[in-house]
């Protein structure tokens, strides 16, 4: 966020223990910004498509727009509109928000998943597209994996690690050594790498919570820290099913692409299984457990607004309700709720709301819809400013880097290492926790120091550059 340079002399012997520490933490803060900024940049600026496309038209059709008349025609004979439309088996009906806003269905034809959007008075089919096939998604698949898959996966994981290591570092350098006032306002009376270096430090300071919040929801999502140990620590228990039949599958099988369709707490849950007799009383003994039934029932249980109903998959699939605010079903996440019922019985194999959830998985279920700027249009506002911020983080950082470099020559100019690293025992402890915490920063970290101290430290342009 900072690199106060003027606190340290250029000749390491006769630097202060402070100054030492100064520079070390400097030096980090800079690495950590080579592979972060355009991992930064590519994330915000995705992150904004996201916001606007979502605010604006919708992921899933829930914005278009219908005339209210009368009563609605039955779902079923919706749903007959939509396959006829497009042949396919139904996979999904979501129910509109809002009496003006149209019923969607998406379909599962043999080539690809489409979306339907229906007019739920009149019937009519108002438009078809593929699902995961929008300008929300392509966004949306940079922002995951770079489009490169597993190996983009890993990049921005490592992206998101050092980026806290660059928040923490970059903390440090703002500290106020003197006039508080002057880390809280940016100084517009000085000029060059003065005043870019303190519209980037205070910048900086005022979105580090947010960046914070923002990285740790977005590492949850990843393949190694998110997938393997932190989600894998705080799914949904099975054992709370209360003895119904599991399915092979779990939730996370509901999911297409790189959206998921479900509560991060639940992606890893076995699904409950249908043709049993376990469950307790759902839909009424008599009724026939289908979509017209099923969104009724979905109904008389709170689900008010829109939620969405997953039709079963195979022989012992179940049909699920779900409310979810990361889907922008609604701005509450404390409402959020998930139902499973038995295709043949009608009975509730599973009711799970968001009091069910464990610590991490409250913590997501409210951060995720947070981090997507689903949360009403404040959140809204709050993202894109937050997202502007981040771009302008990183551009004053790379002004800063140019404006300090003293000739072309210089190629990195990265910070001067100090002759004696200070705490270098409680440095070499902490790099040991964050290895085992988050194992690919703690691996990069390991790589950055090997490369510093046995290369960089070792070439006589760098030397003569940082001494």
Known sequence: ????????????????????????????????????????????????????????????????????????ISVSQQADAATTAVPGD?????????????????????????????????GDVIQTWDRRAGWY????????????????????????????????TGLYLWWPRGNAKVALIPNLKARGRALWK???????????????????????WTGIWGDKIIQAWSSFPAAKWDNVPLSDDTHASMNHGNQNDVPWALEKTPMPASGSDAGIPGLAEGDPVDIDTLVAFGASMGMQGRFRIAYPNGETGVWTMNRDSMSSDSSEPT????????????????????????????????GVPF??????????????????????????GVIMWIIRRPSKAARLAAPPAPAEMPFWKGAALITVLVSIAFPLLGLTLLAVLAFDVLILSNLPAVKRVCS
């Open 1 to 72: 966020m900072a690199d106060q340079s003027h606190v340290a002399t250029r000749d390491p012997e006769t630097n202060t223990l402070p100054q030492k520490l100064y520079f070390a933490v400097w030096r980090w803060h800079f690495y950590a910004g080579l592979y972060v900024i355009p991992f930064f940049l590519i994330l915000a600026v995705t992150g904004l498509m996201m916001l606007f496309i979502s605010q604006f038209d919708g992921r899933d059709g829930e914005k278009i727009s219908v005339t209210a008349q009368g009563e609605a």
């Open 137 to 168: 998604d392509f966004a949306d698949n940079i922002h995951s994996d770079l489009l490169i898959g597993t190996a983009g996966d890993r990049m921005i994981e490592i992206a998101a690690g050092l980026g806290l290591v660059l928040v923490l």
């Open 90 to 122: 139904i996979v999904e009906w979501i129910g509109p928000k809002a009496d003006d806003l149209a019923t969607v269905f998406r379909i599962k034809t043999d080539a690809r998943q489409q979306m339907v959007a229906v007019d739920p008075y009149s």
């Open 198 to 220: 303190s519209l980037h430090a205070v910048t900086g300071f005022y979105i580090s919570i947010l960046l914070i919040l923002f990285l740790i929801t977005g590492l949850s």
């Open 371 to 396: 981090h997507m700027g689903l949360m009403g249009t404040w959140n809204f506002i709050l993202n894109v400013v937050f997202c502007v911020a981040v771009i302008f983080v990183c551009i004053s």
């Open 335 to 366: 409402t959020d709720r998930t139902i499973h019922i038995d295709q043949y019985t009608g009975k509730i194999l599973a009711d799970v709301r968001f009091e069910d959830y464990s610590a991490m998985g409250k913590f997501m279920a409210l």
